[in-house]
């Protein structure tokens, strides 16, 4: 009797049956979800920039899709949202992972990389979001997730132009919500705090040590987040555990924010 009242207390945080579109799945934060989901029962697509990348992590979850997609190119939601509809017929989830940092102070921030971190941190969401949205409306119980990041709440020297992106993403999730509510789609962000990642990771050893010190250090938990911590607030935004959950943030940092 209690293993059977476990699986069911289990059962709204599962994917069974779902399909679930993860951009920038090829690594850290994407590529953890798509596996997660995946062991959770979705059908996953996961997209990178290159297609090799993108397969590469599709063969190793069952029955995964890789499409390739570039999300600095203008113009890309529309042929995204047509190889999603032939390829797995409709979509019940979209996680918007899909970003870049591109370091700077704003004194050395150049015009062209202010606009591609604003065209694939925030324009391209919007647009795939709004290209998705017919198929998510006939979706079961359907949910977009967007990643955003600590900067978005808390602007930080020397990613500044990357920490506007991340706002106007928070902004840009509230809204949806609001629009969407209607057609039964929820709408949420997650938060990470820092995660120990390639996009954040230097490559050099004794550099890539001292970092991942200092940033522990940064947060109450004194550690960085495992790419994996990160994936199982996704699934919960995106399953029916939080079915009354929409246009708000879950913050995963370790108390980096508090």
């Not at 993860?22 to 989901?37: C, N, S």
């Not at 797995?88 to 150049?110: E, F, R, S, W």
């Not at 840009?172 to 990771?201: Q, Y």
Request: hydrophobic letters at 45%; aromatic letters at 4%; proline letters at 4%.
């Amino acid at each position: 009797m209690h293993e059977r009242d476990e699986a069911d207390s289990n059962a709204p945080f599962r994917l069974d049956g779902r399909v679930c579109l993860i951009t920038g799945g090829t690594r850290g934060i994407g590529a953890a979800i798509a596996r997660d989901f995946a062991a959770s029962g979705a059908r996953v697509i996961l997209t990178g920039r290159r297609i090799a990348d993108a397969e590469a992590v599709a063969q190793e979850i069952p029955d995964a899709i890789a499409i390739a997609y570039d999300a600095a190119s203008p113009g890309e939601a529309g042929r995204l949202a047509d190889q999603v509809a032939g390829r797995a017929g409709g979509l019940d989830i979209l996680v918007n992972n899909a970003a870049i940092l591109k370091p700077h102070y704003i004194a050395k921030l150049t015009e062209s990389e202010f606009d591609e971190l604003f065209q694939v941190n925030v324009k391209a969401s919007l647009f795939l979001c709004q290209a998705l949205h017919p198929m998510l409306k006939q979706g079961r119980v359907p949910a977009v997730v967007n990643i955003t990041a600590a900067g978005g709440h808390v602007p930080m020297a020397g990613i500044g132009a990357y920490s506007a992106t991340k706002a106007a993403l928070l902004n840009l999730t509230r809204t949806l919500a609001k629009e969407w509510a209607r057609d039964g789609i929820r709408v949420n962000a997650l938060t990470p705090g820092s995660v120990a990642t390639d996009m954040i990771l230097p490559n050099d050893p004794d550099r890539r040590t001292k970092f991942v010190a200092d940033m522990a250090e940064t947060n109450l938990m004194k550690r960085l987040a495992d790419p994996i911590e990160i994936a199982r607030a996704a699934r919960f935004l995106a399953s029916e555990a939080a079915s009354f959950v929409t246009g708000q943030t879950l913050i995963v940092d370790g108390g980096l924010l508090a």
